[in-house]
T-cell receptor, first 110, second 119 residues
Framework: QSVLTQPPSVSAAPGQKVTISCSGS????????VSWFQQLPGTAPKLLIY???KRPSGIPDRFSGSKSGTSATLGITGLQTGDEADYYC???????????FGGGTRLTVL | QVQLVESGGGLVKPGGSLRLSCAAS????????MSWIRQAPGKGLEWVSY??????????ADSGKGRFTISRDTARNSLYLQMNSLRAEDTAVYYC???FGSGGGFDPWGQGTLVTVSS
């Protein structure tokens, strides 16, 4: 059971938009920055969003992040088949003194 | 370019030990916190441990407390994870990652090294 809660799967058609939610508590998301990671099949995770809504260089602006209260959201617009992957949210948890991740969300581009 | 390369994984019996290494290049190693993160087969990400840039602050996940030790060697630009008393549930791909941003961000990640604990 992960500290952060994500939907197990989401799907959408190519060109459409999808959002992935990440729910936590005041000990983690509520008082810390959130990051998002993309893991393509058979590869290491890659940072997509950090500090709630910032994109590292090289990440297209189709990817966006937001945070409100104890929840965060990853948005992906103009979906491509190459976006099919597992997506994870992560943050620091003040009560656990640990980095915590969501259980991951598998994106299928139909 | 910024690169992290792990090594040291392999097959070990329950109760055994293993030392993972992560060679860093392309950035000033002493400027960055570093972490180990693992992923069991078919499962999600689990953070294992982090060490501050100078090695003065260390945290462990409960799963590794008392069994795992993280360390870094600035002269060798390397990060290590000493794992003792290994259990079947420690079987996973272990990634090293550089901390990025103000909290919970990791970039880049290494390619990972597989640790299998089995008799």
């Amino acid at each position: 059971q992960s500290v952060l809660t994500q939907p197990p799967s989401v799907s959408a058609a190519p060109g459409q938009k999808v959002t992935i939610s990440c729910s936590g508590s005041s000990s983690n998301i509520g008082n810390n920055y959130v990051s998002w990671f993309q893991q393509l099949p058979g590869t290491a995770p890659k940072l997509l969003i950090y500090d709630n809504n910032k994109r590292p260089s090289g990440i297209p602006d189709r990817f966006s992040g937001s945070k409100s209260g104890t929840s965060a959201t990853l948005g992906i617009t103009g979906l491509q088949t190459g976006d099919e992957a597992d997506y994870y949210c992560g943050t620091w948890d003040n009560s656990l003194s640990a980095v915590v991740f969501g259980g991951g969300t598998r994106l299928t581009v139909l | 370019q910024v690169q992290l390369v792990e090594s040291g994984g392999g097959l070990v019996k329950p109760g055994g030990s293993l030392r993972l290494s992560c060679a860093a290049s392309g950035f000033t190693f002493t400027d960055y916190y570093m972490s180990w993160i693992r992923q069991a087969p078919g499962k999600g990400l689990e953070w294992v441990s982090y060490i501050s840039n100078r090695g003065t602050t260390i945290y462990y996940a409960d799963s590794g407390k008392g069994r795992f030790t993280i360390s870094r060697d600035t002269a060798r630009n390397s990060l290590y994870l000493q794992m003792n008393s290994l259990r079947a549930e420690d079987t996973a791909v272990y990634y090293c990652a550089r901390h990025f941003g103000s909290g919970g961000g990791f970039d880049p990640w290494g390619q990972g090294t597989l640790v299998t604990v089995s008799s």
